[in-house]
């Protein structure tokens, strides 16, 4: 699948989910098979969390990592209904600003509705594709994103342009879908559908390598977590004894949670 063709179909499953006329991945056969928040995380103790505006795509809590501190200008890339911007100001006050930026017109909307909702001035939310983020150069201090990246086609131009945005010295926070080792054929196109039907989840070393080679320092993994799929999902692509020595091997889906800093 070319990388346009990719990202209309992004558009086409998340507006669909921000309209509610889908709760997962896009299809009956999916949605009877798997669950699509297998990956989220409880969001309700935040501070600043807002229901409304969670969705439950995320696959970690980038704003507990994100060293974020009062006055801070924090841009949230893939920022779906808002839930992660109005926890990401409840830390920045209001001397701060959060910018939400989303590829999805429908979710940009909805966004929005919640916003007005709380009265807030200093959030605003954008719409634009990471791979081209319409902002200056050196406009942030923190960049976070929730089980986004992996959707992004060319995930090296999407960290080319989260380092240009980050003024010196500012830092990313991001959580996102990763694979270890190998998985079988079938359980990659199954596993496509725990993050939203278009997967694009790398191997984790890769990962890592892209970021580097795009200048990042004081790169850690603050949190990571294997998804945990059931043995009956497993069966359909190994006998028994296959899925034992996988299940020992390591290999798997992992949502990790990373950081790093543009010095």
Do not use: W
Not at 18 to 32: I, L, Q, W, Y
Not at 53 to 75: N, R, S, Y
Not at 121 to 130: K, M
């Amino acid at each position: 699948m070319n990388p346009q063709d990719l990202k209309l179909i992004v558009q086409e499953k998340y507006g669909q989910i921000a309209e509610g006329t889908k709760s997962c991945c896009g299809n009956d056969s999916c949605c009877s098979s798997v669950d699509y928040t297998v990956f989220s995380e409880d969001y309700s103790s935040q501070k600043g969390y807002n229901q409304q505006a969670d969705l439950g795509l995320g696959c970690g809590l980038p704003t507990e990592f994100a060293k974020i501190k009062e006055g801070d200008h924090v841009l949230d890339l893939g920022s779906g209904a808002g839930n992660d911007c109005f926890v990401a100001r409840s830390q920045t006050g209001e001397t701060g600003k959060v910018i939400g930026l989303d590829f999805t017109e429908a979710m940009i909307k909805k966004a929005n509705e919640n916003l007005k909702k709380t009265g807030l001035n200093n959030i605003e939310f954008i719409h634009g594709d990471i791979e081209d983020i319409p902002l200056p150069d050196d406009a942030v201090d923190v960049v976070i994103s929730n089980c986004v990246l992996n959707l992004v086609p060319n995930k090296e131009k999407a960290f080319s342009e989260i380092f240009r945005v980050l003024k010196p010295g500012g830092h990313f926070s991001i959580s996102d879908v990763v694979i270890a080792g190998e998985l079988p054929v079938g359980l990659k196109k199954d596993a496509e559908m725990y993050a939203g039907c278009v997967s694009g989840a790398i191997e984790k070393e890769r990962y890592l390598s892209i970021i580097a080679k795009q200048g990042f320092s004081e790169i850690q993994i603050q949190k990571e977590k294997e998804i945990v799929l059931s043995d009956d999902l497993l069966l359909r692509h190994m006998d028994r004894e296959r899925l034992n020595l996988y299940k020992k091997s390591g290999s798997g889906i992992y949502s990790i949670t990373l950081y790093a800093e543009k010095e």
